[in-house]
């Protein structure tokens, strides 16, 4: 069945950087675009970034833009979600979620999700 | 695109019949999704393409669309059913979600 697990949140000073991780398993990886959706402590969801399934085309949220990267290894079904320049504003569980669509443009339409790991910037 | 969702949050009844809507800051095609959030969970997938149901969801839920109001409609309420609902529109970048509506037991 498919899975995502992410991993690497924590509690980090305003400022500084993270990186998180998602391990995919049950599907073909290098076939789908992966996202990062994330939710603030009792808010709603926001779209974060997306790597489509070439590694190549990659799109990001204006609130994070210039500050985050998203990168993939597809020898190693993980995608990774570097963290910089980090504010108060990006504390939230951050969600590794699958695109619906296969070997084509992100459809962003989010068909499989991760448990999440949470992120606390601390100022 | 802007998706307002409307209630924010609402009281029911097992057996009631729940309607959620989502209003479109402009026309769209259907690309419109809904999920079912319940606390300390992931959201999961329930509905696609406005009212295509995934796999394994009950027949219960359903969801239309009239013009620019997106619906999502459980038919008949039930106990694991309380959960936080959010729509997401997927018809133009940046995907965009609702606020999201709190369905509470009355």
């Known amino acids: 069945q498919v899975q995502l697990v992410e991993s690497g949140g924590g509690v980090v000073q305003s400022g500084t950087s993270l990186r998180l991780s998602c391990a995919a398993s049950?599907?073909?990886?290098?076939?789908?675009?992966i996202h990062w959706v994330r939710q603030a402590p009792g808010k709603g969801l926001e779209w974060v970034a997306v790597l489509y399934y070439d590694a190549i085309t990659e799109y990001y949220a204006d609130s994070v833009k210039g500050r985050f990267t998203i990168s993939r290894d597809n020898s190693k079904n993980t995608v990774y979600l570097e963290m910089n320049s980090l504010r108060a504003e990006d504390t939230a569980v951050y969600y590794c979620?699958?695109?619906?669509?296969?070997?084509?443009?992100?459809?962003?339409?989010?068909?499989?999700w991760g448990q999440g790991t949470l992120v606390t910037v601390s100022s | 695109i802007q998706v307002t969702q409307s209630p924010s949050s609402l009281s029911a009844s097992v057996g009631d019949r729940v309607t959620i809507t989502c209003r479109a800051s402009?026309?769209?095609?259907?690309?419109l999704g809904w999920y079912q959030q319940k606390p300390e969970k992931a959201p999961k997938p329930l509905i696609y393409?406005?009212?295509k149901l995934e796999s394994g969801v009950p027949s219960r839920f359903s969801g239309s669309r009239s013009g620019t109001d997106f619906t999502l409609t459980i038919s008949s309420l039930q106990p694991e059913d309380f959960a936080t609902y959010y729509c997401q529109q997927y018809s133009s970048y940046p995907p965009t979600f609702g606020g999201g509506t709190k369905v509470d037991i009355k």
């Open positions: 049950g599907f073909t990886f290098s076939n789908h675009g």
């Open positions: 979620v699958r695109d619906w669509n296969i070997r084509a443009s992100a459809i962003y339409y989010f068909d499989y």
């Open positions: 393409d406005t009212s």
């Open positions: 402009q026309g769209m095609n259907s690309w």
